[in-house]
T-cell receptor
C-alpha cells in the first residue's frame, strides 16, 4: 500500500517551454500533497504544500507564477514549470499524505532544460 | 525553528559490518514525529520508520534498528550485517504536529556505501 507515482520520470525541454509533472496516489486518497526539489547530492527542499480543492501554500522564495500547482482531486496533483530555464533543471519529488502523518514519496522527475 | 543534523556526510563500510547513522534534532515542541527515509540511486524516497515523540521504545525490524533518546535529542539508525543493497542516501526528518503545519524538516542526508 501507499504507492505514489510520478510522470514523467525524465523530461528534457527547451528553454522557454512549460513542463507539467503529475503526481498520483495510487492506492489511497491524499488529503495533502507536497512538492520538493532536490539538487545533486543535496537534501530535499520543500517548494509547496497543496490540499485538494484549495490553493497551494508556497514556501518562502518559491515563485508561485513559475511553479504552478494544481490539486484537482484526492489522487492527483500537478506541478507545471512555466517558461522553464536551465536553472530550473533539477530533480522534483512529490509526496502524498492521507489522514495519518507519514508522507509517501513518488519516484521523482528529473527535469533538464536546455 | 526545527532543525535536523546528520553530521556524517558519507560512510563506507565493508559488507557484513554493522553501521550506525546518527541523527540529532532540535525542536521546542513536545509533540513531534521523527522519520527515516532511504533514497537509493534510483531516486525515490522509501519510508523506513516513523516515531512519535512520546514513544521512546527502541524498534527493530530485521537488520534495521532505531534508538530514540529524547534526553539527547537523537534518533540513530543502525544496520546490522550490512549488505550491498543497503547502499543509499539516508535522510532523517522531523515533523511538527500542529494543524496546518505538518511539514517535514529533513537533515542533509548520509551517503552510505557498502563495499562488497
Amino acid at each position: 500500500g501507499a504507492v505514489v507515482s510520478q510522470h514523467p520520470s525524465r523530461v528534457i525541454c527547451k528553454s522557454g517551454t512549460s513542463v507539467k509533472i503529475e503526481c498520483r496516489s495510487l492506492d489511497f486518497q491524499a488529503t495533502t500533497m507536497f512538492w520538493y526539489r532536490q539538487f545533486p547530492k543535496k537534501s530535499l527542499m520543500l517548494m509547496a504544500t497543496s490540499n485538494e480543492g484549495s490553493k497551494a501554500t508556497y514556501e518562502q522564495g518559491v515563485e508561485k507564477d513559475k511553479f504552478l500547482i494544481n490539486h484537482a482531486s484526492l489522487t492527483l496533483s500537478t506541478l507545471t514549470v512555466t517558461s522553464a530555464h536551465p536553472e530550473d533543471s533539477s530533480f522534483y519529488i512529490c509526496s502524498a499524505r492521507q489522514d495519518g502523518d507519514t508522507q509517501y514519496f513518488g519516484p521523482g522527475t528529473r527535469l533538464t532544460v536546455l | 525553528a526545527q532543525k535536523v543534523t546528520q553530521a556524517q556526510t558519507e560512510i563506507s563500510v565493508v559488507e557484513k559490518e554493522d553501521v550506525t547513522l546518527d541523527c540529532v534534532y532540535e525542536t521546542r515542541d513536545t509533540t513531534y514525529y521523527l522519520f527515516w527515509y532511504k533514497q537509493p540511486p534510483s531516486g525515490e524516497l522509501v519510508f523506513l520508520i516513523r516515531r512519535n515523540s512520546f514513544d521512546e521504545q527502541n524498534e527493530i525490524s530485521g537488520r534495521y534498528s532505531w534508538n530514540f533518546q529524547k534526553s539527547t535529542s537523537s534518533f540513530n539508525f543502525t544496520i546490522t550485517a550490512s549488505q550491498v543493497v543497503d547502499s543509499a542516501v539516508y535522510f532523517c526528518a522531523l515533523m511538527r504536529v500542529n494543524f496546518g503545519n505538518e511539514k517535514l524538516t529533513f537533515g542533509t542526508g548520509t551517503r552510505l556505501t557498502i563495499i562488497p
